[in-house]
């Protein structure tokens, strides 16, 4: 039996001069699609700490429409689910022109604190791939 792995994330993506949630749902954010092994991503684009997302611990992904065409500066991710297993390796991507690139790779720390990852470069785009503990190719 598959062990499951309860996520509250809360994801943001800030623009260099006004600071505003880009991947809010309350912005107008949306999940475009994600692996199948995830249940209620939508949560991850709100507040609310009563809702989270739930998966499995195996790789998955989530591709997210911005509600801007912005340049991603810095995404902030924090889990709050307190019974949740952290993912290790955290990688962003951005579609341009039909093809995803890879913005960042991270190491995610154990931590319940919100996490800073910085952006080198600010590629513009408005959909953003998150995978947690991939294997870098990873189809539904």
Not at 9 to 36: E, P, V
Request: net charge positive; hydrophobic share 30%.
């Amino acid at each position: 039996m598959q062990r499951l792995m309860h996520l509250l994330y809360f994801i943001f993506a800030y623009t260099y001069d006004i600071g505003i949630n880009h991947a809010s749902s309350l912005c107008g954010s949306y999940i475009l699609s994600s692996h199948t092994s995830l249940k209620s991503c939508n949560n991850i684009l709100n507040n609310n700490n009563d809702s989270y997302m739930i998966g499995n611990t195996t790789p998955s992904y989530i591709v997210i429409k911005l509600c801007n065409e912005v340049r991603i500066q810095n995404i902030y991710l924090k889990n709050n689910e307190w019974l949740s297993n952290f993912p290790c390796k955290i990688k962003f991507s951005i579609l341009k022109n039909k093809k995803w690139i890879n913005i960042g790779t991270f190491n995610m720390k154990k931590s319940r604190k919100i996490q800073k990852f910085i952006i080198q470069n600010n590629y513009k785009n408005t959909c953003d791939r998150h995978d947690s503990n991939n294997k870098y190719n990873i189809h539904d």
